[in-house]
């Protein structure tokens, strides 16, 4: 997994009549057979730079290397140049004169009926598709047509997928069993994936790496779990999921040995716990209250009279007076 497949060269793209770019001078290296999240809030830039990988848009700025080879001189090149990288845009692209198992079967065109059918019935079937199977696309849910793009996309076995917002339309269960369907197929066939997503949780769940866009800006880039352990600054903790943030100063000494006096605590709720009195290292009073199904989450106001979040597994009052300890925190550099 150590071969770069893709070397992204400080690419920047700024849309006419728009007062900032949309992709601001991003570096990246991507490598073959790992699976990369782009994600960020709206209008991050992901699928800008997602098309400027494709060869859709050309950059006004950098370079991008596929295997060593330049491809970003000729919009369209990365695309029309190499058949082994596929697409799959939030539209979709199916043909819509054909069934789903046409659709699915259209990449093995030149193989044989048997190898066709035998790949295109496991495709139905890993995508959960059997039922749709001689459907036509203007029949399906979005959900089911997002699926049928994906077993499409499949069947070619790609080199590379790039793919925006995947599951957006697949929810629940299906889509943990989807995403564990493309996950298995990107291995079997070695498919380096790029996917946007602004869905946190597929991004931690389902990447090799995630990239963190803000504004255009490349802001982390790392596994899901040193994203979400040991984010490089604010933003990035929050977006992960919830954090509280300490001044230096409110921190128990045996946390503090290493730290800069101005750097901020990033303690997640799953850090800190619910203790009797004398082993605590704050009071508060519990003010909110949210089921999340597997756990509570717990707003609990302490001394500082900050908002400090906390997973429990029990049910507590409102108004109760509780005592927190943490063990283990994270510091961001101010
Ligand atoms: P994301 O996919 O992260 O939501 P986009 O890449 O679609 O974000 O958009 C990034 C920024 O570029 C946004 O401010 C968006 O409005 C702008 N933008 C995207 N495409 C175009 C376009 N074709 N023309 C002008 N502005 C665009
Ligand atoms: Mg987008």
Redesign the pocket.
Known sequence: MSDVILQIDHLSKQ?TD?PIA?VRDISLQIFSGEVMALT?P???????LLRLLAGLLSPDEGHIYLKDELVNTYAEELVAGHPDIHLVFQDFKLFPNHTVQENIAYPLRYYNQDFQQIKTEELLTLFHLEAFATKYPRELSGGQQQRVALAKAMAAEPTMLLLDEPFSQIDGKLKQEIKQALGHLVKEYGTTLIF?THDTLAALSFADRIAL?CEGELVQVGTPETIYQKPTNQFVASFFGQCNFLKASNIPARFRTNAPANDIACIRPEQARLVPEPMSDFNGTITQQYFMGSHYMLNVTISTQQVFWVVTQQAYQIGQAVYLKIHDLHWIPQ
Do not use: D, L, P
């Open positions: 849309f728009t949309a960020g709206s209008g991050a830039g992901k699928t800008t946007v866009i």
